[in-house]
Every structure is written in C-alpha cells, then in structure tokens.
C-alpha cells in the first residue's frame, strides 16, 4: 500500500460547458426576439433575474457540495489511518510477546530432549498465536487453523 494518496483532478467537459452557454444564449435572445417591444425591458429583467438566482443557487450548492464531500473523505481517511494504527500496534505487541515468550523458552537448553521439547513448545506458540490473531481478524472462534503437529485436523 501506499503511503500518500493521489487525488483525482476534476476534468472540465469544454464542449458541455460552451454548449450550456451557447444554447442558454439562443433561448434568451429568442425570447427577447418573440417578446412584445413594449414588453422588452420586463423581460430582461426577468431573464437577469432568473439568471442571477441560477448563479446564486448554483454557486451555493457546489462550494457546500465540495466541502461537505471533503469533509467527509477527510473523516473516513483519519478514522481509516487511525484504525491501521491501532491493528499495526496490537499486532506488533503480540509479536514482541510471542518473540520474548520464545527467547525465554530457549535461554536454557541443555540437553537434546531440551531441544526436543522446546521444539515442540515454539511449535504449539507460534500455532495458538496464528489461531489467536486469524480468530481476531475473521472474528470465527479458535481452532480454525490447522496445527501441523496434530495428528487430525480440527473440524
């Protein structure tokens, strides 16, 4: 995984936006063309009007749209990242335990039935500690793994 990010720049679609202008253009100076002369003026200012509130009500709704959509990805993200700190520390715990578990099993060894039994002790560990970590990541009860040493698998 990644350490950083990378963030999608918004593409902007020329031909829609000059389309969009184009057309809005037409319908306005059509109207005015169809208005009655003496009504002209009464409809430019509604067509100015309109205008006016489209740009406003526009305008609103995309800077709030942003930051209410960048605020939520920000939250999501560190609730994410923090999560992943949290599981990278408990499991480097249990590392370190099992780790230090083991050393002190193995600071004394004196004899070959030692090494022997101490083989077979490092072996049962490292299985109940790969049974603990998948029944903690799966959430399914322990004994899903099968321990090498066994005669039958678990069912």
């Known amino acids: 995984m990644t350490d950083s990010v990378t963030e999608a720049t918004p593409r902007i679609r020329w031909g829609w936006f000059v389309a969009c202008i184009l057309l809005g253009s037409a319908g306005i100076v059509l109207g005015l063309l169809l208005a009655p002369p003496a009504e002209r003026w009464g409809y430019l200012a509604g067509v100015l009007g309109g205008v006016g509130t489209t ?4 305008g609103i709704v995309l800077l709030l749209e942003r930051r209410i959509i960048d605020g939520a990805v920000k ?3 560190d609730a994410a990242e923090e999560a992943r700190i949290r599981s990278d520390r408990v499991m480097r715990t249990q590392v370190r335990d099992l780790e230090n578990r083991i050393t002190d099993l193995w600071a004394t060894t004196a004899t070959p039935e030692d090494v022997a039994r101490k083989q077979q002790e490092t072996s049962r560990m490292a299985h109940e500690f790969t049974e603990r970590l998948v029944s903690d990541y799966t959430g ?3 004994h899903t793994v099968a321990d090498p040493h066994q005669d039958d698998p678990p069912r």
């Open 55 to 58: 740009l406003l009500l526009v």
């Open 75 to 77: 939250v999501v993200r």
């Open 140 to 142: 399914e009860p322990e």
